[in-house]
């Protein structure tokens, strides 16, 4: 089993900037990549941005070149994986999710944290 933990969600007014971060602990041998979702209200969850173990990164077109997502730190313990957004637009607030995809099928989700953006 994988745990994950969000922080870092809040208000924010546009055209500001945000830095979620996600710690994984439990089993991270065997997570492959961690990305971050975000979900709006009455809209499917939907990827924002991914990054494997080899650091391959993969962006949503509505974020390329304002979000940045990295991997903070990487040990035996603990995996932690940071969103930088930046140059945020009202339709950017949602729940943010930070997921887990591991060996075969398991997938891991956070508790998800919230982004409100004041225009």
């Known amino acids: 089993q994988v745990q994950l933990v969000e922080s870092g969600g809040g208000l924010v007014q546009a055209g500001g900037s945000l830095r979620l971060s996600c710690a994984a602990s439990?089993?991270?041998?065997?997570?492959?990549?961690m990305g971050w979702y975000r979900q709006a209200p009455g809209k499917q969850r939907d990827l924002v941005a991914q990054?494997?173990?080899?650091?391959?990164?993969?962006?949503?077109d509505s974020v390329k070149g304002r979000f940045t997502i990295f991997t903070v730190s990487r040990d035996s313990a603990k995996n932690t994986v940071d969103l930088q957004l930046n140059s945020l637009k009202p339709e950017d607030a949602a729940v943010y999710y930070c997921?887990?995809?591991?060996?075969?099928?398991?997938?891991?989700w956070g508790q998800g944290t919230q982004v409100t953006i004041s225009s």
């Open positions: 997921g887990a995809s591991g060996d075969g099928l398991e997938f891991y």
């Open positions: 439990g089993s991270i041998f065997s997570i492959r990549a």
């Open positions: 990054i494997t173990n080899d650091g391959t990164t993969n962006y949503a």
